[in-house]
Every structure is written in C-alpha cells, then in structure tokens.
C-alpha cells in the first residue's frame, strides 16, 4: 500500500480554513506573505479574513494585467524624481517653473504619500487644503494640478498603479469652490481711447506712451514686445518680425531670478506683425525719448542686444515695472475724470487691467472690425484657431446684444412718436 501524504492543513480561530500564505496574527488581523519572481518576500494586513481575501484576489488581479505588486514603499516624490527625470519637450522657464510649484506645495506633505495608496478623496483633500489653508488661487492649484497629473501618470505608464488618482479632481475643486474662470475682458472703445488719451497728454506718463500704444497696436505678448530689438523693427516695409521672447524667471542656479531669451510661445509665434497706423511713430517717439534724456542701452541678454524698450537704466524692462505703471495711471486717470465730472453722470472709467488686457483688446478690435478670422490668428500667434474663434464668437455675441438694444430703442421711440 502506498503512503498517505499529511498535508499541513490549517484554521483560524473560528475554525476557517487559511490558505497557503495566510496566517492569523496573535494580537488580532490577518496577513498573508508572497514572494515575487526575484525572489522578494512582501505581505499585507487586514484586520480580518474577509478583507485579507479581497487584497489577496486584487494582488492576482494586478499581476495579471502587469500591475506591479512590489512598489509599497514608492512614494509620490519617488514618481516625481522619475518624471524630473524624463520631462523634455517644455522650454526651460516652464520647466523651472514646474520644479518650484512641486517642490514648495507638494514634496514636504503630499509627495510624501505612497503611491499605491493614494486614493481620489487624498487628492481631493490636498487640493481643498491649498485652497483654504494657503489661500491659492484656483489657477495656481490649476499649476499644481498639471504637474501632480504627469507625476501619477508615469506611476500609470510603468505599471505601479492601475488608475491616475488626479483625473478630473481640479474640475470638481472649482465646481466645489463655485469658481468661475472669468474670461478675460477688452477695453471698450471708449476706455482703449481715454487710456491712450491720458498717457499721451499726462506730462507724468508720456514716457510710458510708447510701448502701451504699440502693445494696444500689435496685440504682442509682453515678452515678445520687451524682448524686441531695433533689428527687428522693418521700417521700410512696415513689418515687425517677431522670432523670441524676454522672460525673466528663477534658473534655480547660483544666480537665481534673470532673464533669458526663448523661442516664442508656440511656432505660430513666430510671424510678422504689419504696422498699423501710428505705430511707426510710436517708435520713433521711443528712439526720441532715449535720445534726448541720454538714456544709454546696456543690455545684452543671452547674446541679445539692441533693445528698443529699456529703462532709466539701460536694462530690458520688466513686466512686473509695466504693469505696475499701468496700475498707477489707471488710478490717476480715473482720479481725474472724476474730479471733471463726478460720478453721477456714470462717466467712462478704466477698469483694473494688465499688459494681457491690452492684447485681448487688440485682438478684439481686430476681430469688431471685421477682418478674416485666420488673419487674426496669424497676426496674433495663435497656434489653434479655436483660441481665435473665442474672442470671436465673444465679440460677436456683443455686438448682437448691441445692435438689439439699439433696435429695442429704436421701436420705443417709434411708439413714443405714434
């Protein structure tokens, strides 16, 4: 007779068969042990039976669909190095930029997580954290976003987790928040004429005349307009050639915050802007100014000089010293036209802007005036028609609303007079 083979057959305290790999621990719960392919030993907890069998059968799971069952101890910064690693294809600035926003709101707490246990509702915390606790705005945390999303999914790509955690949770952040991304607003005719207006006669402000006309006149970029050298200005053919941009962003080196020349924004970037009129003049007016108060240009930026906008000093101006000035004339100017005509009357004011507003509100003059739709976009660098169509379709919408009104005043006093 053959031998009977005793199979090491065990139970639980409630007399529940475990199976191989499972064992009920002295001090409550349950564990059960594997070894992977190279030989590793892992093992994972659940405080009972019945939970143990489910991780059990979500582990059979993942390995059959290359889910790596082996990265506990991965953490979120872990992903992160590896995505610092093979970020490419962003210009330098981006790239920098990206490193501060993890680095300062993400790799002391967040970053800190392990990968594989990061669910929606962590991401959803950590987003409302930053938003009430630090007081961001919800397009820094759209910055936060972006990256944390890349981050998740190389985890995604190298198999590590099944599913990117951060999907879709900025759009519930704002719809929790109540946020409305505001569209950016033009300058009215009317308050495009009293800004253009009020610099050109305010002794105070003529200086800064120049480079606003000319921004309201071409719709540049900041960075394509402070950035522009005399070179690129063809005052014979009326063309102005727009091939880089000035930024001015941290390196993260020994020398910190400076400028640098990039390409522009995108290839469509790269175009040529004819001159509308006074634009040459607005020029010329610049050259006169630098002429006549010995400004003396200085700058020289990655092998770039010749800048026709530069401060007192010679230096490329910043956007931040622009922006500043337009603060302060928008608050003189206003100043002004009420201490003229009062408030009662409703008077033209101008609201609180920036250099991007003056380019949305050329592209929207552009765009009330009637011209081609992709001659806007050339003009203006878009590299997708659709941001073109926007203004578009918003400018559209107002005048209709224009002209409607202007009809329903139209029958008003047509009935008045019958």
């Not at 005349?209 to 970029?221: A, D, H, K, S």
């Amino acid at each position: 007779m053959g031998k009977t083979i005793k199979r090491n057959v065990r139970f639980d305290s409630h007399h529940i068969r475990l199976k191989k790999g499972e064992t009920e621990k002295a001090k409550g719960g349950y564990e059960y042990r594997w070894t992977t392919d190279d030989g590793k030993r892992h093992s994972v907890f659940a405080p009972t039976l019945e939970r143990l069998r489910e991780i059990e059968e979500d582990l059979i799971v993942d390995e059959h669909d290359g889910i790596k069952t082996d990265v506990k101890a991965l953490t979120v910064n872990d992903c992160y190095w590896l995505w610092k690693d093979m970020k490419r294809g962003v210009k330098d600035s981006t790239f920098k930029n990206y490193i501060y926003m993890y680095e300062t709101f993400v790799m002391p707490t967040f970053g800190q997580k392990r990968v594989t246990q990061v669910k929606k509702s962590d991401v959803k915390r950590f987003y409302n954290r930053l938003a009430d606790d630090k007081i961001l705005k919800i397009s820094t945390i759209d910055n936060i976003h972006n990256i944390l999303h890349q981050v998740f999914q190389v985890a995604v790509d190298d198999n590590y987790i099944r599913l990117n955690p951060t999907d879709k949770m900025l759009k519930e952040l704002k719809i929790a928040h109540n946020h409305e991304v505001d569209k950016r607003k033009a300058l009215t005719l009317a308050q495009q004429e009293l800004f253009i207006d009020f610099i050109q006669k305010s002794p105070k402000y003529q200086r800064w005349y120049p480079v606003f006309f000319i921004m309201l006149n071409t719709g540049m970029r900041v960075g394509e307009l402070t950035g522009l050298r005399w070179k690129d200005v063809d005052f014979e053919n009326g063309y102005i050639d727009v091939n880089h941009t000035l930024v001015y962003y941290n390196h993260r080196d020994a020398l910190g915050c400076y400028f640098s020349i990039n390409t522009p924004k995108t290839e469509a970037g790269t175009r040529k802007i004819p001159m509308a009129s006074g634009v040459r003049e607005a020029f010329e007016l610049e050259r006169e100014y630098q002429r006549d108060t010995g400004v003396e240009n200085v700058s020289r930026v990655d092998g770039y000089d010749d800048f026709i906008f530069v401060n007192r000093f010679g230096q490329v101006q910043h956007q931040g010293t622009l922006n500043k000035a337009i603060k302060r004339i928008m608050r003189d100017c206003n100043d002004e036209v009420i201490e003229k005509e009062g408030i009662e009357n409703d008077p033209v004011l101008l609201p609180n802007f920036s250099c991007h507003t003056l380019r949305h509100t050329f592209a929207t003059r552009l765009c009330e005036s009637g011209i081609n739709v992709k001659v806007i976009q050339d003009v203006l660098g878009h590299a997708d028609i659709s941001t073109t169509m926007d203004i578009y379709v918003d400018v559209m919408d107002e005048l209709k609303k224009r002209e409607i009104a202007s009809f329903d005043s139209y029958m008003a006093k047509s009935r008045e007079t019958i």
